[in-house]
């Protein structure tokens, strides 16, 4: 898993992006909020003028925001609103849209199928499976649910007998929102439930038996375990008889060697896990010992991506680029380290050891000794003070989290001696800080790294509560796909609310790509273009990288009708909710992260204002409506 | 954006000023030079479905909108209920304009079709509409209960009124109509898909109502209901007023007299005008013949149709009239 910039901002950072306001969630929040009343009322205007003449309109639309606050706010009543919700929740539920729970459980029963048995790594192919398949399920439920129900009504002419009672716009948009994300949660508890089942008792395994049993020398036992599910394990236990395997496909289990000689291998471990990782912060040395920011480029690592963490301040063209986080290469044989820089490294933290994960990549520049992995070290070193451990070496292990344990008393130098160091009291100082230094051992070879590919990890939080979250992180995308499926129905036919829906889920999901072609446009790469540009590519079968093969005035409009396309798109784009960010969290359970809170917090924050954002659109549309035209 | 419309101010003006003054007890619906325009997406005249009308419904009083298909009733009643926003003009409900919300909390509506939730019971019906007004839970559960009774629905009340009949269905909607104790009711052709007895109930509990002070505005095309029923109507086709004025009024035959007597002996009745003058044999009525409802109706339809437009009613005179006439007169009996 691979952390950007913005997965590592507090809840605090990410809303007022101290130093860099531009970029803040707040300001897009406000720019949203004014556009949203800006347009409203430009909107309003031209409608109602249209109706009663320029003069009138304007009192109109005064009057319209005006009895918002008035009178609707204020006589919007709790009572009413469950009552509508009721019905929408009843509503759902006649319709059968509880099925889709059994659809689910299809889904799960038929898992065998496309789940490969033989995965490296089964506890991620299981949890995204899971989340994935709720994820979209319920999407796709909130879509239908939310943008057919009021124009059906309206359509039944339903509608009639409840806005002639005392039941004022807020609370019919309120009591739809509500009616259904309440049968969103009705649906997601159970699937939660089944997924956590079917999780865990999918990972559940063991070992009946064991082979190749030898005695070693000091009194202990090593051997392998059978071969079950596509792998077995290789164990050592100790003198008393017990001890773990090795980890395999990300689990292992204990090993006891009975009283009688035979051999008990316990249920898997370790596979289902939610790490809560310390990160610290990353600098570079190169070869000749100078600081650097960034590690070395090794390639192609970072053409694109990245964009949306900059907010209102990309759009308006003042961060320019990519600001992707991707690997900085550390050069083996020279000066070249890479130094994390940790807090709150303190006793009463970690226990016996320093958990430390490593997550590496290797780029050769010869081939080398292609049996062996590239070499690496890790040294602890005080933040400020020239006391440093020896080195731990560790070969590369691609693409897996390599969990290794720091010792607390380890010999290294202090100054000009040689010396057994405690690392709390010689290497960490007194701000709780301490570095860790990790170098390339092979020469001309490379570690590649990112902030989050070394950390320490203080403690698991538990499976069930970093699932529980995932789900969270989908029932807001829920809520927030409900809000805009309603926001749409209230001016919309069904099918029509569905698709603009589906159109704004999709835009929100291709939102990088959208900005990777303003990016291009602005930046004058040739990279295919806008959309006008990448037909008359795609008809005249040129490349996308060569220049637009057309005379010189045709380029010219293609190139600026492109251009006014992708912008409007680039600022559609941005403002729409970020949910890749938020299908993301399935990323964090399954690659067993705790899901951030602050990540999680900011999810429901900017879910809060968009549904705000819809609620008002909503209002006004249906306001401004008549029921019965 | 907005429903209101007192924003028609050009076209009103002058109707503006003297209701302010009226107390909101005097007249329970006013529409004031009513206009309705239906278009079509690109804002282009459809069809003018209502031209200036202006009624006044006084509390108490049944008054009924009748006219052929389409001649604006449907479309009145939306514009009263601010289902519908008026062209021009404006409509006051209890002196608050249509669009407000808070009026609909004193008004009952019994839609052209019953527009309910299929997939609802009765009773989940009738208990989703009473949690839309304020009422404790044990007030509504007895209105729910009273009101399943009075249309005859208890046995059924647990079925989902997808099964229902037309009719049961049309009861259901009445009773969501209730479900309140509206001040002013509105029947949108209340009696159609009824039986000959439901129909006979539907008159009796619209004659209830008034009898318990409320007021109700029902359109129909049922000529024969509207007679038995409305103290005053409104006669409407193709969207204008043609005819206003108390039932009993728009009946009478004004040139024509009837007389109706027993004793009186051959020559008496050859010499019938002088007796009845001098002699006086005992004159059991002597009275305006009254024509059906049915008669009055196709007479206007049909003029209206040979000359449209032509017809105009003098709104304030018809009013006076009828205002004079309805207290002292009792000649409904």
């Keep these: ?629 | 954006m907005d429903t209101d419309n007192s924003t028609a101010v050009a076209e009103t003006s002058e109707d503006t000023s003297p209701t302010t003054a009226k107390s909101s007890d005097s007249v329970v619906i006013e529409t004031r030079n009513l206009s309705k325009i239906y278009r079509d997406f690109w804002g282009r005249k459809k069809v003018h479905a209502l031209k200036s009308l202006d009624i006044e419904v006084r509390p108490g009083e049944i008054f009924g909108l009748l006219g052929p298909n389409g001649s604006g009733k449907s479309t009145t009643i939306k514009l009263i209920l601010g289902l519908l926003f008026p062209t021009s003009g404006r409509v006051l409900v209890f002196d608050q304009d249509a669009s407000e919300t808070q009026k609909n909390e004193r008004i009952g509506y019994l839609p052209e079709e019953s527009y309910l939730y299929k997939f609802l019971t009765a009773e989940e019906t009738l208990d989703f509409y009473g949690r839309l007004f304020d009422l404790s839970a044990a007030d509504r559960r007895d209105r729910v209960k009273q009101l399943i009774e009075m249309v005859g629905l208890q046995g059924a009340k647990h079925r989902q009124l997808k099964e229902y009949s037309k009719g049961m269905t049309r009861r259901v909607g009445l009773a969501q109509a209730l479900i309140n104790d509206p001040d002013l009711v509105l029947l949108d052709e209340p009696t159609t898909g009824l039986d000959p007895i439901g129909t006979r109930e539907m008159k009796d509990l619209i004659l209830g109502l008034r009898d318990r002070g409320k007021t109700v505005l029902l359109c129909s095309h049922q000529l024969a209901d509207v007679q038995d029923v409305c103290d005053r109507v409104a006669i409407l086709h193709q969207g204008e007023l043609k005819e206003l004025g108390r039932v009993s009024d728009l009946l009478k035959v004004q040139d024509v007299t009837e007389v109706h007597a027993t004793g009186l002996d051959d020559a008496a009745k050859a010499e019938i005008a002088e007796v009845i003058a001098r002699h006086g044999g005992s004159v059991q009525s002597i009275d305006n013949p009254t024509a059906t409802m049915e008669d009055l109706f196709l007479n206007i339809v049909r003029e209206s149709e040979a000359r449209p437009g032509a017809r105009r009613v003098s709104q304030a005179a018809e009013t006076k009239d009828a205002s004079n006439g309805s207290t002292s007169d009792g000649d409904q009996a």
């Design chain 1, 1 to 629: 898993m691979n952390l950007q910039l913005d997965d590592f901002w507090s809840f605090y950072e990410w809303f007022f992006r101290p130093g860099a306001f531009l970029e803040s969630a707040a300001l897009k929040g406000i720019v949203l909020a004014v556009l949203g009343v800006v347009l409203g009322l430009v909107v309003g205007y031209v409608i109602s003028s249209s109706r009663y003449g320029s003069g009138e309109g304007f009192f109109a639309v005064a009057r319209a925001v005006r009895d918002l606050f008035r009178f609707d706010l204020p006589g919007t009543r709790i009572r009413r609103i469950f009552a509508l919700a009721r019905l929408a929740f009843k509503e759902a539920v006649r319709r059968k849209v509880l099925y889709v729970v059994g659809l689910f459980v299809v889904l799960l029963l038929l898992a065998g199928w496309y789940l490969n048995p033989q995965s490296d790594d089964p506890a991620r192919l299981y949890i995204s499976f899971v989340l994935t398949a709720t994820n979209y399920l319920v999407l796709a439920l909130a879509l239908f649910i939310s943008a057919f129900s009021l124009p059906e009504d309206i359509k039944n002419k339903t509608l009639y007998t409840i806005v002639t009672k005392p039941v004022r716009a807020t609370e019919i948009v309120l009591g739809r929102m509500l009616g259904f994300v309440a049968m969103g949660t009705v649906i997601l508890i159970p699937m939660g439930l089944l997924s956590y089942v079917f999780v865990t008792r999918g990972l559940d395994h063991t070992h009946a038996e064991v082979a190749d049993v030898r005695e070693l020398a000091s009194g202990g036992f090593e051997g392998e375990t059978d071969y079950t599910r596509f792998h077995s394990h290789h164990f050592e236990l100790n003198e008393a008889g017990e001890g773990v395997t090795d980890m395999v496909r990300g689990h292992r289990h204990v090993v006891i060697r009975k009283e009688d000689g035979s051999f008990r291998v316990g249920p898997a471990e370790g596979a289902l896990r939610a790490r809560v990782p310390s990160y610290g912060s990353l600098v570079f040395r190169d070869r000749s010992g100078n600081l650097q920011e960034e590690g070395i480029d090794v390639g192609n690592e970072r053409l694109a991506g990245g964009y949306g963490s900059a907010g209102i301040s990309r759009l308006i063209g003042v961060s320019r680029g990519t600001r992707k986080i991707e690997h900085g290469y550390v050069e083996g044989g020279g000066l070249g380290t890479a130094e994390y820089t940790f807090s709150g490294v303190t006793a009463d933290r970690y226990g016996d050891s320093i958990p430390v994960d490593l997550s590496l990549r290797a780029y050769r520049s010869y081939k080398g000794n292609i049996e062996k992995g590239i070499r690496g070290s890790i040294t602890m070193k005080h933040p400020s003070k020239p006391i440093e451990s020896n080195p731990i070496g560790f070969t590369v292990n691609e693409y897996e989290v390599d969990q290794k344990f720091l010792p607390l008393e380890i010999e290294g130098t202090n100054g000009n001696k040689t010396e057994v160091l405690n690392v709390f009291e010689d290497l960490v100082d007194e701000k709780g800080r301490m570095t860790i230094v990790v170098r390339c051992l092979d020469d001309s070879q490379y570690l590649g790294m990112t902030p989050a590919s070394v950390y320490l990890r203080p403690t698991d939080h538990s499976f069930a509560w970093n699932l529980a979250k995932a789900y969270m992180s989908i029932w807001l995308q829920m809520t927030m796909v409900t809000a805009f499926g309603v926001m749409f129905s209230t001016f919309l036919t069904g099918p029509v609310a569905m698709v603009a829906t589906a159109v704004c889920v999709l835009l929100g999901f291709s939102a990088e790509q959208v900005y990777d072609t303003r990016h291009y446009i602005d930046a004058g790469i040739e990279r295919g273009g806008g959309p006008i540009e990448s037909m008359v590519r795609l008809l005249k079968q040129d490349a996308m990288t060569t220049q637009l093969d057309v005379d010189t005035v045709a380029a010219k409009v293609i190139k600026t009708a492109d251009a006014g396309i992708v912008y409007t798109l680039d600022a559609i784009a941005t403002a729409l909710p970020n949910l890749p960010k938020m299908v993301n969290t399935a990323e964090f359970a399954a690659s067993g992260f705790d899901i951030f809170g602050a990540i999680l917090a900011r999810h429901a924050v900017a879910t809060l204002g968009y549904v705000l954002l819809a609620f008002l659109i909503s209002y006004f549309t249906l306001k401004a409506r008549e029921i019965a035209a």
